[in-house]
């Protein structure tokens, strides 16, 4: 599923490989998805999408913003992203597929569940692509301590960590996939509350927020995904379900996956205890 570090390395190589290129064709609904979810009726796109020139490509949190002219393409975390060039194999599903000038193709393919949502570049009416707009990106000078501390003294206190950093997209774009070695890093485990946390401890966590974000983002993503080109990530998980099996990477103790607010946690218990001593 498309988190930060995947949006925004869809959106860089969607700008390079795409902007200038001209859509010549446009496919709706070859594989039926029931969990597709499209503005308004999507029988009407390929005659708003023939014809239009890619102008950008932006990521705004955990979304991947197609941009063409005063017209835009907005995909949701389930939407996997594929670019074929001229003569190659197609993927076998697919619910939207864009054919460029070049003899190129862009395929759109919902995993689970996914929106290609068509609407006004830049203003699109999606509350999680406003709060992504509105909201400054971890990996930008706005995410400051400060404004971070605002995030924790916001919250309830018997949040635990999991629910602070992924729901309610406090931190647009910060998902189950990523949270896992952000919480590694910062030594925090995904249900201790906030309310055990102290200042050191919202230090680490701070740092850990700036920095895997940033490592993962740089790296292409991370290596349980896929980029443009269908290529993994460059990022390298530490805490996944490919390296569930591995010894934890600081301490060599067993890693473990508990099922925790509506998705799978993996944490080593020995560097994240599950209670922490309550801070004086």
Known sequence: MLELPEAGTLARQLGA?????????VGVGASPHKFAFFSGDPGEYPGALSGREVTAARAHGGLVELVLGQTSLLFGDGVGLRLVAAGNAVPGKHQ?????????????????????????????????????????????????????????????????AKAFLATEQRVPGLGNGVLQDLLFQARINPRNRLSELGEDHLDDLFASLRATLAEMTDAGG???????????????????????????????????????????????????????????
């Open 17 to 25: 490989a795409l902007t200038g290129r001209r859509i010549v064709g």
């Open 96 to 160: 939207l597929a864009l054919e460029l000038d070049d003899g190129s193709g862009l395929f759109c393919s919902v995993q689970m569940y996914g929106g290609l949502w068509l609407g006004p570049a830049g203003d699109h009416d999606n509350p999680y692509y406003r709060m992504a707009r509105d909201r400054p990106s971890p990996l930008a000078e706005g995410f400051d301590r400060a404004y971070f501390d605002d995030l924790v003294a916001a919250a309830r206190p018997s949040l635990s």
């Open 222 to 280: 991370r290596d349980t995904e896929k980029d443009l080109y269908g290529h993994p990530g460059g990022y390298r998980t530490r805490l996944s379900a490919r390296t569930l099996a591995l010894p934890c990477p600081r301490c060599g103790a067993g890693v473990r996956r508990e099922s925790f607010l509506g998705g799978n946690v993996y944490f080593c218990p020995a560097c994240q205890p599950v209670r922490l001593a309550v801070p004086a």
